[in-house]
């Protein structure tokens, strides 16, 4: 029902930092909880972060918490990931999702964005 498209990923060195954002269309966007999770070649779909409908419950994977923040802008019907003292093991394509659950199980998410991809160098 929601429709999402990430940006904001690119090349960035060992130590920097990026925002990823996710632009949402619809009228219900305030509705959800909004996930970001990450795929790497090869391997399943992890999850990163996620944040309530309301934006007042937030949680992370252990391997971002103190280096990754999310948040959301419900005016602007946008959801953010930043994103600071990267690691090349965070090099990743990273996706926004939509869901009715404030979950980090990929199965409770129902909208799912095409992905950004995030690289990071030593």
């Known amino acids: 029902q929601v429709q999402l498209v990430e940006s904001g990923g690119g090349l960035v060195q060992a130590g920097g930092s990026l925002r990823l954002s996710c632009a949402a269309s619809g009228r219900t966007f305030s509705n959800y909880a909004m996930g970001w999770f990450l795929q790497a070649p090869g391997k399943e779909r992890e999850f990163v972060a996620v944040i309530s409908s309301s934006g007042v419950r937030t949680y992370y994977a252990d391997s971002v918490k103190g280096r990754f923040a999310i948040s959301r802008d419900n005016a602007k019907n946008t959801v953010y990931l930043q994103m600071n003292s990267l690691k090349p093991e965070d090099t990743a394509l990273y996706y926004c999702?939509?869901?009715?659950?404030?979950?980090?199980?990929?199965?409770?998410?129902?909208?799912w964005g095409q992905g950004t991809q995030v690289t990071v160098s030593s």
């Open positions: 999702a939509a869901g009715m659950l404030t979950s980090y199980r990929p199965e409770d998410f129902g909208s």
